[in-house]
């Protein structure tokens, strides 16, 4: 029997709507009042360091990082995010087999040839050498670590069904975000249960096992903090006519990015190169597209608002090229431990896109605020280790690392679904009588 309890019902709906309506009033006076400036201390904490010598650069601190974050970090993460020094270690004592499962030849082109028709070493660079790859299946018995390229996966199946190596580690890989980690499967399939499988993660994550970022954050030393950044250089080489500049070839999202751009384009024009946009940049993301950089702001939409994703578009396409980010993605709280401090521009912190465009006018007409955002270049540097546009990728090197200086103690991600999949992406962006709301 089903039973309806209506008055109950009634008060609680006329409570959502009572407060929803006195939040968006409130916002839309602070809007009149003052735009963007106010509303950012509603929906994010402005982010602005006051900069405290040397030792804020050392170690990570900038980052701001708890102890319980620091305390989930692998060996290797600490190396890579807090800039702990590297183990000394006897590589003679230990070389690895790495296992690329059935879709090495995938990644090849992006990780070993760099989109050329040669090859090159995987362990250029890194700070150990006693590795070696192989593609061929028949290697499984004899491999230390095997790497499964979920975008590939349909399911368990895919995995290899004959007795397993006790002391194999299986180690997940993904680099797209939890609302696109597998490229066959749609977002409204359920994903198929890899629970129990996989001892090791190799994801964008600072936490992952294995940390495989798109780029990284690192402080200058004081070597390199002595040429300090040309301002007034960097704005003469940029464009004047337009500002905004988006490179895309995913024409799918979670996040509603196109149609902010859409509303952005009524009051700020936005220059769209790749498959997504009206500009051609033939040969993306095997070659870069030159004719972006010229631009003084970068719209980095990234696919979907999950925590920690993101991607080349900021990573290349923004700091690279010396552009101002401005981001829809992850959180700005989560951001300002990654990117270095007063480096980009959050959609979360304006209430429209046309606050947007007003702000990012200001801005190109008051060149002293404007430089603010570039101020970061004089203490920080950033660096790319995706693969793409010819780059180096550091994909297989930070494999290698892992093995040699992660604790090996066995473990199993028994809930894939908790650590991966749940409740770490918000639904992105929409809209409230002309306001920006941030959906979870």
């Known amino acids: 029997m089903l039973c309806i309890k209506t008055k109950p019902h009634k008060r609680k709906t006329f409570l959502i709507v009572f407060i929803f309506s006195v939040f968006s009033t409130t916002v839309t006076y602070i809007y009149l009042q003052g735009g963007h400036k106010y509303v950012c201390k509603i929906f994010t904490t402005c982010f602005g360091h006051h900069l405290k010598g040397d030792e804020y650069y050392k170690h990570g601190k900038w980052r701001n990082l708890s102890k319980q974050q620091i305390a989930k970090f692998s060996e290797l993460g600490k190396i890579l995010f807090l800039e702990k020094e590297y183990p000394k270690i006897n590589t003679s004592d230990k070389n690895y087999t790495i296992l690329v499962w059935k879709y090495g030849s995938a990644v090849h082109g992006r990780h070993i040839a760099r989109y050329t028709n040669r090859s090159f070493d995987p362990f250029e660079d890194c700070s150990v050498k006693n590795c070696l790859l192989t593609y061929k299946d028949e290697d499984l018995e004899i491999a230390d670590l095997v790497l499964f390229e979920m975008l590939y996966l349909l399911g368990a199946h895919q995995l290899p069904q004959t007795k397993r190596n006790p002391n194999q580690i299986w180690t997940f890989v993904t680099e797209e975000s939890p609302l696109y980690t597998f490229l066959y499967l749609s977002l409204y399939q359920p994903y198929p249960c890899f629970d129990g499988f996989f001892n090791w993660s190799m994801t964008y994550r600072m936490n992952a096992d294995i940390p495989l970022p798109y780029g990284r954050t690192i402080a200058l030393t004081k070597e390199e903090k002595n040429k300090k950044f040309n301002f007034e250089e960097w704005n003469k080489s940029k464009r004047q006519d337009v500002l905004l500049v988006n490179v895309n070839t ?31 940049c033939p040969g993306y993301v095997a070659r870069d597209c030159l004719a972006a950089s010229r631009y003084k702001f970068y719209l980095a939409f990234e696919n979907s608002n999950c925590d920690e994703y993101i991607t080349e578009k900021l990573w290349w396409n923004s700091f690279e090229t010396t552009s101002v980010p401005i981001i829809m993605g992850t959180t700005p709280e989560i951001l300002n431990q990654i990117l270095p401090p007063n480096s980009y521009i959050h959609v979360n912190n304006y209430v429209n896109p046309r606050d947007l465009a007003d702000y990012i006018i200001h801005l190109n007409n008051t060149p002293n605020e404007l430089e603010k955002y570039l101020e970061w270049r004089n203490h920080f540097k950033t660096i790319n280790e995706h693969g793409m546009f010819q780059s180096k990728s550091a994909h297989y090197c930070r494999v290698c690392e892992a093995l040699n200086y992660n604790n090996k103690k066995k473990k199993v991600y028994d809930d894939l679904n908790k650590s991966w999949f749940k409740n770490q992406c918000q639904k992105g962006w929409s809209t409230f009588f002309g306001l920006n709301v941030v959906l979870k």
């Not at 799918?252 to 051609?280: D, F, M, P, S």
Request: hydrophobic share 30%; proline share 0%; with cysteine.
């Open 250 to 280: 995913f024409c799918r999202a979670a996040n509603n990015r196109w149609v902010y751009i859409e509303q952005l384009q009524k009051y700020i024009t936005v220059h769209r190169y790749g498959g997504c946009g009206r500009y051609k």
